[in-house]
């Protein structure tokens, strides 16, 4: 969103909640700018609308965010994902693994990668199987969340300290 955008935005927010003292002089909308620029600006006002509705309080940029995130649809749950799962399995088999896991959505194949897809196909403990699944899924589905929350230059910064320590 370009800063027009934002003042707009801003505007509203000081109009909604008049009382709160927020974005009190240009620093503060400064600093809240470079937190909220890549969110597009129309994600951004229906978040803000979404907040208005249904707060109080006036939303910090932590709450702009976790609502921009949740706007477009959410991965589903983790019983929802193995379900996915079942049903990849009994189309894809054994024998067309690349294909299977490309045909699942992006926390579902994360998952599926650190089990091993072979793995699931052959399992004799389908019970034990389908707990790991939930338990690693919930973390990488947790993850996921607080990463589409972040502004994409720290999530990226993140990214590459995490890769540094890694090496």
Not at 36 to 44: H, M, S, W
Not at 60 to 73: P, V
Not at 113 to 135: Q, T
Not at 138 to 144: E, L
Request: glycine content about 6%; some cysteine; hydrophobic content about 40%.
């Amino acid at each position: 969103m370009t800063r027009q955008e934002f003042s707009k935005i801003a505007m509203a927010i000081k109009t909604y909640y008049p009382n709160a003292q927020i974005l009190p002089n240009n620093a503060a909308m400064e600093l809240w700018y470079q937190q909220l620029q890549d969110i597009p600006y129309n994600v951004c006002t229906l978040a803000v609308n979404k907040w208005v509705a249904i707060n109080k309080w006036s939303p910090t940029i932590a709450d702009i965010r976790e609502y921009a995130a949740g706007i477009g649809g959410q991965e589903s749950d983790w019983s929802e994902a193995w379900e996915e799962l079942m049903k990849n399995i009994q189309v894809y088999g054994y024998y067309r693994v690349e294909e299977g896991k490309k045909a699942l959505s992006d926390v579902t194949r994360k998952t599926v990668e650190r089990i091993g897809y072979v793995h699931i196909c052959n399992s004799e403990n389908i019970v034990a199987d389908r707990a790991a699944f939930r338990d690693i899924y919930t973390g990488i589905a947790r993850r996921a969340e607080q990463e589409k929350r972040l502004p994409v230059g720290i999530a990226q910064a993140e990214r590459l300290l995490i890769g540094e320590r890694n090496e």
